[in-house]
Each structure stands twice: as C-alpha cells, then as structure tokens.
T-cell receptor, first 114, second 112 residues
Framework: DGGITQSPKYLFRKEGQNVTLSCEQN?????MYWYRQDPGQGLRLIYY???????QKGDIAEGYSVSREKKESFPLTVTSAQKNPTAFYLC?????????????FGSGTQLSVL | KQEVTQIPAALSVPEGENLVLNCSFTDSAIYNLQWFRQDPGKGLTSLLL?????REQTSGRLNASLDKSSGRSTLYIAASQPGDSATYLCAVGQGGSEKLVFGKGTKLTVNP
C-alpha cells in the first residue's frame, strides 16, 4: 500500500535533548511538509521541501531542523532550542509543490517532554 | 494575512440528519480549498479539493461548495452516520505559496 509512514507514534524528550521524528513516503511525491498541531489550534507549517536536497522554512521553524537527502525521506529534528516542543507532529506530501495538489498525511507523532 | 474560521467548533446531530459545516476565509485570492477529516490521534485524510475556478466538488455523501467572492465554503454531509464522527478541517491554498492556512476544525458527533 502506498502512503506516508511516521515513527515513532509516541516520543518523549528530556531536557536539553535533540530528538528526530521519521517520515517516509512511497508515493513518489516531490514535495514533503512538516506541520505542528496544538490542541485548539490549526496546523502550522514548520518546514517544507519541494525537491531533494532543498527545503524552506515555514511559519514556526525556530528550534527545528530538517534534511531531504532522499526523495522518500524527510526527517524532522526537534532541537533543545525548541522550548515548547509538546505537540502532535504531522508529516505530509503532495505529488508536486502546492498549487492544486491534494495533500496526503501520515498518522502523526505525539511528542511530550519528560 | 489569510485567516480561516470554522464555526461551530463542535456539532452534535442524530444519525440520518443532513448537515452543513462552514468555513470562511478573509482573503478571496485563494488557489484552492481542501476539506480534511481527522480522527482522534490520527493524521488528516483529504476529502475534497476544490480549485479556485470550481464551484463545487462531490464524493459520495459529501458535497463541498466554494464561493470565493464571499470568502466561504461549505461541506454538506448527507444522511449522516456514526462513522462520520470526526473533526473536519478546511484549508486554503494561496497562489504562489507553499503554505496552506488551516482552520481550527469542527468536531462532529453523530449519535446513533
């Protein structure tokens, strides 16, 4: 089955620790995105990538980093600089960069601080 | 700055009822609008995508309409079922931008 796989489903971060969230897609999509979802708020864009080896900051990129070394993979690192990391993180992809394309989402990773 | 509002925040209806969910946006210069469904603790599933040149899209019991001039979209669900219980989100795409602007969603409960 084609789709987007996010792992782990639950993740706990200790003070001062960096953690990495995995996102893999087998849809052969060019564009990939990371969103953060907080209770009672809409989704907010963290980073996006239109093509391999290229990525752009979204609205709330501070404290996060990404890489896009392979078309199918777009991992997100939550660094110790992100002071309020507790949230539900969603990875998404589209066949081409946004401009009329449907967005496909993974099942999410819930990150909590210990 | 584009703002997307969904009212009501929550809605409870009896099974079998037809219902309408609302989405409004402040900037009519949109490229497209998508409706998504989200089950608790899960990712989003795209339901319908309406391009700016279209007035509506239909999929099964779902019909979404778009009125750009008034900054509104509606999602019509016919003959609601308990399995339709979920949070429904709308998101608008801006031309020339990678960013979708999401509403906060309407939590729908369909009671048997």
């Amino acid at each position: 089955d084609g789709g987007i796989t996010q792992s782990p489903k639950y993740l706990f971060r200790k003070e001062g620790q960096n953690v990495t969230l995995s996102c893999e897609q087998n849809l052969n999509h060019d564009a990939m995105y990371w969103y953060r979802q907080d209770p009672g708020q809409g989704l907010r864009l963290i980073y996006y990538s239109q093509i391999v080896n290229d990525f752009q900051k979204g609205d709330i990129a501070e404290g996060y980093s990404v890489s896009r070394e392979k078309k199918e993979s777009f991992p997100l690192t939550v660094t110790s600089a992100q002071k309020n990391p507790t949230a539900f993180y969603l990875c998404a992809s589209s066949a081409r960069p946004l401009g009329g394309e449907k967005l496909f989402f993974g099942s999410g990773t819930q990150l909590s601080v210990l | 700055k584009q703002e997307v509002t969904q009212i009501p925040a929550a809605l409870s209806v009896p099974e079998g009822e037809n219902l309408v969910l609302n989405c409004s946006f402040t900037d009519s210069a949109i490229y497209n609008l998508q409706w998504f469904r989200q089950d608790p603790g899960k990712g989003l599933t795209s339901l319908l995508l309406i391009q700016s040149s279209q007035r509506e899209q239909t999929s099964g019991r779902l019909n979404a309409s778009l009125d750009k001039s008034s900054g509104r979209s509606t999602l019509y669900i016919a003959a609601s079922q308990p399995g339709d219980s979920a949070t429904y989100l709308c998101a608008v795409g801006q031309g020339g931008s990678e960013k979708l602007v999401f509403g906060k969603g309407t939590k729908l409960t369909v009671n048997p």
